[in-house]
């Protein structure tokens, strides 16, 4: 087992803690890191809530402008952009797997510009809409004109494809949904128009007959519990209040309470003048009328997927098909695009598929003849995230940094230190070790239900890498 260093939190609580300013704490426990670490080469134990604790738990800015699952812990970001250490004010940051774009809102909080990727349509509009500037009388303007066309009660003309609507949904909530987005439709600001978007996919879960207690779409069912139990009762009066929901009263007050983040903001934020750049591959960081350039990026901050954990796509696939980003025919598209992926067709794991490093595959061919479509699933996971790494060290800078967050998990029951394996790639490609640390996952939002082959992830290893 690998020695563990844990010296630094003592003496960060002795010495560093005392520093009230952020950005003088954070660039003084960064510093000590890279120094001890250096000296040591033995990974060392922190503690990111004590790291950054200057960051609040819960609201903080525009955060929480929609639900999305599995988000990274914001101390991670804020405290390694915190300070002059890993990248300067102005400088491009980076995060190739941004999910809802926790890492860029803390680069634009940092006053860095904020770049990400995602396969995800639902995940890029969620990201773009909290890291951009807005002008809130604008958007309260915006949204008393949409109350007003709401309220009209005009013929609904659209058709949402939506994949099983009337099972996820009442008749009433589907009348008041298709209602409130073809009012949407009619803003012709297209940046506004995202804006109430995120609010309006918001809505959508919180009024489906979804439990709210999973990230995938699962039908709520009191018949699963017995009478009177705390589940039955719970699940009784979520049913019970869907019965008469008032859609529209719903929507109204998530769109303030994300009036009233992204006016904090821009109150943090004053001097925002950079709209997130978004992506939708990591492997392909450029579109039709983007492409990032070779050497640009100052730092890359990511937590990427895990073989085989959450699904996105599907969990999303509500809020897609409402939102008119996916066609109900068409989810099996854009799951396809998501690296780490569960679905592959029996034909490409006829014969082992080798992931090009000698360590995994070793576990990995074990692990085919148990089950071959999971050692495929992590061997395909793999060569995927070799392509990301390899972009990633296309457009960073020379000694420009990029902070990887992995962890190892289960496969089959088997031990498979995902984390290792990534980093075994990054320095296969000329990037080199700075630092290692560990940190124990607190929040039990991180450790959602998986696939019973794939474990609980409940420890965190942050690798910083430098390219030279």
């Not at 952020?22 to 033995?42: D, F, H, M, R, V």
């Amino acid at each position: 087992m690998e020695k563990i260093d844990n010296r630094t939190d003592n003496y960060l609580n002795t010495d560093i803690s005392c520093q009230s300013d952020p950005a003088i704490k954070g660039q003084a426990s960064l510093e000590s890191l890279l120094a001890q670490y250096k000296k040591s080469n033995e990974p060392i134990q922190v503690d990111f809530r004590k790291l950054a604790d200057w960051i609040p738990y819960g609201e903080r800015a525009s955060h929480m402008i929609h639900l999305y699952p599995a988000k990274l812990l914001p101390h991670i970001p804020a405290f390694f952009l915190s300070n002059n250490v890993l990248s300067q004010k102005g400088d491009f940051v980076l995060d190739p797997f941004s999910g809802s774009g926790t890492v860029l809102l803390e680069a634009v909080l940092a006053e860095r510009k904020a770049i990400g990727a995602d396969s995800n349509p639902l995940a890029r509009l969620i990201s773009i809409v909290k890291t951009n500037k807005y002008d809130v009388s604008s958007l309260n303007s915006s949204f008393l004109r949409l109350k007003k066309r709401i309220e009209k009660n005009s013929p609904i003309t659209i058709k949402p494809d939506v994949v099983n609507i009337n099972f996820w949904f009442h008749d009433h909530i589907i009348e008041q949904l298709s209602r409130i987005k073809q009012a949407i439709n009619a803003i012709r600001n297209k940046k506004d128009r995202a804006f109430f978007e995120v609010s309006f996919s918001n809505t959508i879960k919180r009024s489906s007959l979804a439990d709210p207690r999973l990230s995938v779409p699962v039908k709520l069912n009191i018949e699963k519990y017995k009478k009177n139990s705390p589940y039955y009762l719970s699940t009784k009066k979520t049913l019970d209040k869907l019965e008469n929901l008032n859609v529209y009263e719903l929507f109204y007050s998530l769109t303030t309470s994300n009036i009233n983040r992204i006016e904090a903001l821009n109150k943090q934020v004053p001097n925002l003048n950079h709209d997130t750049t978004m992506y939708n591959d990591a492997r392909h960081l450029s579109d039709t009328t983007l492409k990032s350039n070779d050497n640009s990026v100052q730092l890359v901050i990511t937590s990427p997927p895990y073989a085989g954990a959450q699904k996105y796509i599907r969990s999303s696939g509500l809020n897609l098909g409402w939102l008119g980003k996916c066609a109900s025919n068409n989810l099996r598209h854009y799951e396809k695009l998501n690296i780490g992926r569960e679905h592959h067709s029996k034909s490409e794991y006829i014969n082992f598929t080798s992931s090009g490093i000698q360590d995994a595959d070793t576990i990995l061919e074990s692990i085919y003849n148990e089950n071959p479509l999971r050692a495929h699933i992590t061997s395909k996971y793999l060569l995927e995230m070799n392509d990301a790494f390899k972009e990633i060290f296309r457009i960073l800078k020379p000694g420009g940094f990029f902070v990887l967050v992995s962890s190892a998990n289960k496969i089959c029951d088997t031990n498979f230190k995902t984390h290792e394996h990534l980093c075994t790639i990054a320095i296969s490609l000329g990037l080199k070790v700075r630092l290692r640390l560990i940190d124990e996952i607190h929040s039990r939002g991180l450790m959602t239900k998986r696939n019973k082959t794939a474990g609980i992830i409940n420890c965190e290893w942050v690798y910083i890498f430098e390219k030279e």
